[in-house]
């Protein structure tokens, strides 16, 4: 088994800097996922027709969210990451959110992060304003992906950067019950 990502902690150490694991790079129209038992990411599903992703999509390792699967980052850049690539990223908020499908509802949340330069401490230029434009554009994003894939995406509310770092926590407690110590639970292909 693949142990590099499987063993990367949520935080840096000593910082609230994200480690992000680039799922699915921006521009693209097939979505990717992290299987855990290969240690590669394989391509779940083509993108509905006239659809790509906005921004770079990841998650963050060692948590476990309401749906399952390790939580959502959607990581605000103009830059395309290569799938794989393991990001510091600073919170900026979370959308709260829920995901409806064949009448189950569960929590399905996005962290809203930014890369960050380690280097000079910084988000990495150019940086990208999270204002009320882009807020709807990325619910509009999530609601209509969903709709046309028969499934509902049903935002709550964008909270604070403290809140997502609270949910983060939430979800490492439950990745926490759901793994052993040699190896994660399997993530959902």
Same mark, same amino acid.
């Given at each position: 088994?693949?142990?590099g990502?499987v063993?990367l *902690? *949520?935080?840096?150490?000593?910082?609230?800097?994200?480690n %992000?694991?680039?799922?699915? $790079?921006l521009?693209?129209? =097939?979505k990717?996922?992290?299987d &855990?038992?290969?240690g %590669? +990411?394989?391509?779940?599903?083509?993108?509905p027709?006239?659809?790509c +992703?906005?921004?770079?999509?990841?998650?963050v390792?060692?948590?476990v969210g309401?749906?399952?699967?390790?939580l959502?980052? !959607?990581?605000l $850049?103009?830059? $395309? !990451? @290569?799938?794989g690539t393991?990001?510091s990223?600073q919170?900026v908020?979370i959308?709260e959110a829920e995901?409806? &499908?064949?009448?189950?509802?569960n929590? /399905?949340d996005? @962290?809203?992060?930014? *890369?960050? /330069?380690?280097? $000079? /401490?910084?988000?990495?230029?150019?940086?990208i304003?999270?204002? =009320?434009?882009?807020?709807?554009?990325i619910t509009?994003f999530f609601?209509?992906? /969903?709709? @046309?894939?028969g499934?509902? +995406?049903?935002?709550?509310? +964008?909270s604070?950067g403290?809140?997502?770092?609270?949910?983060?926590?939430q979800s490492?407690?439950?990745g926490?019950?759901?793994t052993?110590?040699?190896?994660?639970?399997?993530r959902? =292909?």
């Amino acid at each position: 088994m693949h142990q590099g990502i499987v063993r990367l *902690p *949520p935080f840096q150490p000593r910082t609230t800097l994200l480690n %992000v694991v680039i799922e699915t $790079s921006l521009g693209s129209t =097939v979505k990717l996922k992290y299987d &855990e038992e290969t240690g %590669v +990411f394989r391509a779940h599903k083509a993108m509905p027709l006239g659809f790509c +992703f906005p921004f770079n999509f990841g998650f963050v390792p060692g948590t476990v969210g309401g749906d399952g699967d390790p939580l959502d980052v !959607l990581l605000l $850049s103009s830059h $395309s !990451l @290569v799938i794989g690539t393991v990001v510091s990223a600073q919170i900026v908020a979370i959308l709260e959110a829920e995901q409806i &499908e064949a009448k189950v509802r569960n929590r /399905n949340d996005r @962290v809203i992060a930014v *890369p960050w /330069n380690t280097v $000079s /401490n910084t988000a990495m230029i150019p940086t990208i304003a999270l204002d =009320v434009r882009l807020k709807r554009a990325i619910t509009d994003f999530f609601r209509e992906y /969903n709709e @046309v894939q028969g499934k509902r +995406f049903a935002p709550l509310r +964008f909270s604070t950067g403290q809140r997502a770092r609270q949910i983060i926590r939430q979800s490492m407690n439950a990745g926490k019950k759901t793994t052993t110590p040699t190896r994660a639970r399997p993530r959902k =292909v």
